[in-house]
Nanobody, 118 residues
Framework: QVQLVESGGGLVQAGGSHRLACTASGRTSRIYSMNWFREVPGKGRDLLVRLRLNDGNVWYSDSVKGRFTISRDSAKNTVYLQMNRLKPEDTAVYYC???????????WGQGTQVTVSS
């Protein structure tokens, strides 16, 4: 089992930057990918970023490409989501998720609220 804990949510002004963190514990050796999603009430949960751990390959959704960056600190079992040029439409609950195989999401964090004020 893998456990994930997110941190770093908060209130940010439009145009600003913010960083989220997600720390994994448990059977971290089984993690194939680390992912960031976000959810807006009534709109479902959308995949934003996927980091493949074996080769560092990263996929970004068009909605965040060029503004958000995922990074990893292997020693701390932590991934970060650096969010720049934030927009009010980035307001959401952000979740990290770990997958054990391609395309899977097997463990989820508790979610952290990010609110971008205009």
């Amino acid at each position: 089992q893998v456990q994930l804990v997110e941190s770093g949510g908060g209130l940010v002004q439009a145009g600003g930057s913010h960083r989220l963190a997600c720390t994994a514990s448990g059977r971290t050796s089984r993690i194939y990918s680390m992912n960031w999603f976000r959810e807006v009430p009534g709109k479902g949960r959308d995949l934003l970023v996927r980091l493949r751990l074996n080769d560092g390959n990263v996929w970004y959704s068009d909605s965040v490409k060029g503004r958000f960056t995922i990074s990893r600190d292997s020693a701390k079992n932590t991934v970060y989501l650096q969010m720049n040029r934030l927009k009010p439409e980035d307001t959401a609950v952000y979740y990290c998720a770990a997958g054990s195989s391609p395309g899977s999401t097997d463990a989820w964090g508790q979610g952290t609220q990010v609110t971008v004020s205009s």
